[in-house]
């Protein structure tokens, strides 16, 4: 990459940022560019015949130990030397990578030797024991960092001497270019707030009461809503969690990140994030998730300086930890994210929100749950029809436990929030990455389709700076919370965001205007009456004032076509398709979607490809068949 580049990847550091005051000074290096990538042939020096380098990630330890996180890396077998190029960095540049040991498998005595050298010239040695009676705390990566005076071409190597034939497989993990920051703690004030974000990950918005669902789901955040600005029509970006909740974070569209659309669900470190940005402005960052895909090993961890991870943990396990951090953090401005998951498949509620909700555990469901049912229903033909319908319909009553439950817990979590002496001084904005189907159009779960029961999201902000009581019935994508969160801290927005925030008129208009784009990257369609189903591959939709296109650029079912228009105004649900009456607005709809994919491809960054690893987590929570 060229240098200029990368400096102009790294130009927020030096501009923009709240007025400084008296805190602390923080210091840290944030990733510019990965040299993680699929190792070429030509730049394999030696390797084992059936070993050569590969991109993986790599658990260190078996155990809980610290580190032992799983870590993308290129993966190794001693003995093996390979290369890759470092471009000419910028000024102050340094090189992070870490070096360890696979303990799964090897049951030897011995050490490894980790060797690199830059330009010709050594750069480090390093042995550690890869002994099978380790301590667990040694089991760990061990992290080295570099100051780059110059780029060139990087060798490295592993060399294994120990008692077993065969070595253990090693890696060498972070590998990027990152550069130094330096800021000033914030004191939290009305004039600069602290920012909390709230992804609930599944959520559609016409469960909630304040989005008009008769059933009261969600008093806390009707409250937020009735005390602040509510969007009538807010889009996520994908209809899936990495590609919806990465939009989020970059405010970038689906197609211009690239994840879950280009085989990648890796959030480059080219890419600005807003845990990134707000770690440079002096903010204390941290970010508590129980979504198993918004992980360090997806670098969805990168600009928090706390970050934690509890899959499928329910919203009151989450809790605790994040009140005792809020307690932690005294006056100085924070950045919170919080991503709770209780609104998602496996469909289990506690019992004291079923019962608010006035659901009775039905045991017929206990063991196989709704989405399993009509899976099965629909690929094996299993069971009945009317069975099928009583699981979605049992589905959807649970589901909204879920969101009842969620909302408990973060009322108290923001009353948690206002006797810390924040309920002056921190916006408060409340999101998801998606929404859930219950047979609305023939299938469940998520990942399908793009209609409103996937697409259209709650979005609520509420804090000082926020118009209070107010509703916005405009169009907008939920990805455009990042400059509005950024402008409501006081730091500049990247150009790669876009400039249009939500606060003002003049840039609804525009974003009125270009109109609301979303993407998935398998779309399905499905008739359940008759147990039809066909994947259609990626599919994209584009709102435009009232109306809603969907189509599928690639392929259509046999004797379905499937380019769809809809009028909203009189039919929100989007059930009677109006494409064939409009000839002329489809083909400026698809032309508009056609020059955005366009432009998409041109900006987005290089990505990671995705690891097996990240396949069968993905398998395992029904987003991949067994063939993919």
């Given at each position: ?52 380098p590969k991109l993986h990630h790599m658990r260190t330890g078996e155990g809980d130990a610290a580190d032992h996180e799983s870590l993308p890396c290129i993966q190794v077998r ?60 040694e089991q760990r990566w061990h992290r080295l960092q570099f100051p780059l005076q110059a780029g060139g071409e990087l060798v490295l190597s592993a060399d294994y001497g120990g ?466």
């Amino acid at each position: 990459m060229p240098r200029a580049l990368l400096l102009l990847l790294f130009l927020p550091l030096a501009c923009g940022g709240p007025p400084q005051s008296d805190g602390a000074v923080v210091e840290g290096y944030q990733g510019v560019f990965s040299l993680l990538r699929p190792v070429q042939e030509n730049q394999v020096r030696r390797a084992p015949k059936k070993y050569p380098p590969k991109l993986h990630h790599m658990r260190t330890g078996e155990g809980d130990a610290a580190d032992h996180e799983s870590l993308p890396c290129i993966q190794v077998r001693p003995p093996t030397t390979f290369s890759l190029e470092i471009p000419p960095p910028p000024q102050g540049a340094v090189l992070e990578l870490a070096i360890g040991i696979r303990r799964n498998g090897y049951r030897g005595r011995g050490k490894v030797t980790f060797r690199g050298t830059l330009a010709g010239a050594p750069l480090f040695e390093e042995s550690l024991d890869c002994s099978e009676d380790l301590p667990p705390e040694e089991q760990r990566w061990h992290r080295l960092q570099f100051p780059l005076q110059a780029g060139g071409e990087l060798v490295l190597s592993a060399d294994y001497g120990g008692t077993l034939k065969n070595a253990p497989i090693v890696g060498f993990g972070q590998l990027r270019v990152s550069m130094p920051f330096r800021a000033r703690r914030q004191r939290a004030s009305r004039e600069r707030p602290n920012i909390m974000l709230v992804v609930i990950d599944t959520l559609r918005a016409d469960r909630l009461s304040c989005y008009g669902y008769p059933k009261k789901t969600s008093p806390n955040l009707d409250q937020l809503a009735e005390e602040g600005l509510l969007f009538e029509r807010a889009i996520c970006s994908s209809s899936w969690t990495i590609p919806g909740t990465a939009s989020i974070l970059t405010g970038l569209t689906a197609p211009e990140h690239g994840l879950g659309i280009a085989d990648s669900n890796y959030l480059s470190d080219r890419l600005e994030t807003l845990p990134r940005l707000f770690a440079r402005a002096g903010f204390v960052t941290a970010g508590f998730t129980a979504n198993p895909l918004i992980d360090g090993s997806r670098n969805f961890d990168q600009g928090f300086e706390t970050f934690h991870n509890w899959p499928w943990a329910q919203a009151p396990r989450m809790a605790a930890p994040v009140e005792k951090w809020i307690a932690s953090v005294g006056d100085d401005r924070f950045f919170l994210y919080l991503h709770l998951t209780d609104p998602h498949a496996p469909y289990i509620a506690s019992p004291e929100a079923l019962a608010r909700q006035g659901v009775t555990p039905q045991e017929e469901f206990a063991k196989e749950q709704p989405t399993a049912v009509v899976v099965s229903w629909y690929k094996e033909g299993k069971g009945d029809l009317a069975r099928a319908k009583r699981a979605a319909a049992y589905g959807s009553e649970v589901y909204n436990a879920e969101i009842d439950l969620c909302d408990h817990t973060l009322g108290l979590i923001f009353d948690r929030l206002k006797a810390a002496g924040h309920g002056e001084d921190t916006v408060i904005c409340v999101t998801a990455d998606h929404g859930e189907e219950f047979l609305d159009h023939q299938l469940v779960g998520h990942f399908n389709q793009l209609y409103p029961e996937t697409n259209h999201v709650p979005l609520i902000l509420w804090g000082p700076g926020i118009p209070r009581g107010k509703r916005v019935a405009t169009p907008v994508g939920n990805r455009r919370l990042a400059p509005t969160l950024l402008e409501l801290g006081g730091i500049s927005v990247p150009r790669s965001m876009g400039r249009e925030t939500l606060l003002s008129n003049a840039d609804l208009q525009h974003i009125a205007a270009a109109g609301v784009f979303g993407a998935a990257d398998k779309g399905h369609w499905g008739s359940f009456e008759t147990r039809e189903w066909f994947d259609l591959g990626p599919m994209y939709t584009m709102i435009d004032g009232p109306w809603q296109l969907i189509t599928c650029t690639e392929s259509d079912p046999p004797g379905h076509g499937y380019t769809e228009l809809y009028d909203l105004r009189e039919d929100p649900h989007c059930h009677s398709d109006l494409a064939a009456e409009n000839p002329e607005r489809v083909k400026a709809m698809r032309a508009a979607i056609d020059a955005w994919l366009e432009r998409s491809a041109k900006v987005r960054p290089s990505l990671l490809p995705t690891t097996e690893e990240t396949r069968n987590l993905l398998r395992s929570i029904g987003y991949l068949g067994e063939d993919e």
